[in-house]
């Protein structure tokens, strides 16, 4: 005999099962492809995600440059949801004797505004032409230089809702913050909300790092840079590197939600469609 006391026992037992359900299968995480480039019009036709220009680029322009870049941007379906290339200028250093704060601290004030009008919330910070320590000079003394920068990086990224997110860079460009491990350690020294870090595929494995640094770092990594390290050249295949099974396995476990943005010697024409493609087995 069907009862209200049985209806609501049935009720109560679907949704358990629902709850059961939802617990054993979570919902997978939306990651965005993009890439690095400031070909507005290329990035849309190819139909990746978003693009991400050099931040240097976007401070360099005058008022009227980047005002005619915004509109183009805010008329577009996409936007620049991040940056690379944070500081070029060379009179800009963050190591070293002399360090211009009060510059640093005007640059990355307009810097960051005009990244954030233009659909920011990650800016990289690799740039290693500004952070390289010169011969000679401390290594202990240049990491509290890094650690002081970034503090005042992440206070004015959080004013205009920015992450400023470091970028491990290989050895050949950059003698400090090479590997994955070691710009966590600096996330975590730095403890600013908005300071992160990002992992880039052709540093790690020019570097020789574990890709397990996914799951250490998954709470710092707000952001991905790929390319396949055999070239530095834009991805087709699963079959290129041995690694890259284990990485996007890695990337799924750890539920990563960001962008991974392509970095590297390809085009539109010839590469974009096949990367794309690449992207969504990797992801699937």
Same mark, same amino acid.
């Given at each position: 005999?069907?009862?209200?006391?049985?209806?609501?026992?049935?009720? +109560?037992?679907?949704?358990?099962?629902?709850?059961?359900?939802?617990?054993?299968?979570?919902?997978?995480?939306?990651?965005?492809?993009?890439?690095?480039?400031?070909?507005?019009?290329?990035?849309?036709? #190819?139909?990746?995600?978003?693009?991400?220009?050099? +931040? +240097?680029?976007?401070? #360099?322009?005058?008022?009227?440059?980047?005002?005619?870049?915004?509109?183009?941007?805010?008329?577009?379906?996409?936007?620049?949801?991040?940056?690379?290339?944070?500081?070029?200028?060379?009179?800009?250093?963050?190591?070293?004797?002399?360090?211009?704060?009060?510059?640093?601290?005007?640059?990355?004030?307009?810097?960051?505004?005009?990244?954030?009008?233009?659909? #920011?919330t990650v800016v990289v910070w690799g740039s290693a032409g500004s952070r390289n320590v010169p011969e000679g000079f401390s290594r202990?003394?240049?990491?509290?230089?890094?650690?002081?920068?970034?503090?005042?990086?992440?206070?004015?990224?959080?004013?205009?809702?920015?992450?400023? +997110?470091?970028?491990?860079?290989?050895?050949?460009?950059?003698?400090?913050?090479?590997?994955?491990?070691?710009?966590?350690?600096?996330?975590?020294?730095?403890?600013?909300?908005?300071?992160?870090?990002?992992?880039?595929?052709?540093?790690?494995?020019?570097?020789?790092?574990?890709?397990?640094?996914?799951?250490?770092?998954?709470?710092?990594?707000?952001?991905?840079?790929?390319?396949?390290?055999?070239?530095?050249?834009?991805?087709h295949s699963m079959s290129e590197d041995d690694v890259y099974a284990d990485f996007f396995r890695l990337v799924k476990k750890t539920g990563f939600a960001g962008g991974i943005s392509i970095e590297g010697r390809g085009t539109?024409?010839?590469? #974009?469609?096949?990367?794309?493609?690449?992207?969504?087995?990797?992801?699937?």
């Amino acid at each position: 005999m069907f009862t209200r006391r049985s209806f609501l026992a049935g009720a +109560a037992a679907s949704a358990a099962l629902c709850a059961t359900r939802s617990m054993a299968k979570p919902k997978a995480a939306k990651i965005k492809i993009g890439v690095c480039s400031k070909d507005l019009p290329g990035v849309v036709k #190819a139909g990746f995600e978003y693009l991400e220009p050099a +931040a +240097a680029d976007i401070a #360099a322009m005058t008022e009227e440059q980047f005002k005619e870049f915004s509109s183009a941007v805010m008329a577009s379906p996409i936007r620049c949801e991040a940056f690379n290339s944070f500081i070029r200028r060379p009179d800009l250093k963050v190591v070293g004797e002399n360090v211009p704060k009060d510059a640093l601290h005007d640059y990355m004030e307009g810097c960051l505004a005009r990244c954030r009008a233009l659909g #920011a919330t990650v800016v990289v910070w690799g740039s290693a032409g500004s952070r390289n320590v010169p011969e000679g000079f401390s290594r202990d003394r240049a990491n509290e230089q890094i650690a002081e920068f970034l503090h005042s990086a992440g206070e004015i990224g959080k004013k205009h809702q920015v992450v400023v +997110a470091i970028e491990p860079l290989r050895h050949q460009e950059s003698n400090i913050l090479n590997t994955g491990g070691e710009s966590l350690a600096m996330v975590r020294r730095v403890k600013h909300p908005n300071v992160r870090m990002i992992i880039d595929y052709f540093h790690m494995r020019e570097e020789n790092e574990d890709p397990r640094i996914l799951e250490t770092a998954r709470k710092e990594i707000v952001h991905m840079h790929f390319a396949n390290p055999h070239g530095r050249v834009w991805p087709h295949s699963m079959s290129e590197d041995d690694v890259y099974a284990d990485f996007f396995r890695l990337v799924k476990k750890t539920g990563f939600a960001g962008g991974i943005s392509i970095e590297g010697r390809g085009t539109f024409d010839q590469d #974009a469609a096949a990367s794309l493609a690449f992207f969504r087995q990797a992801l699937a």
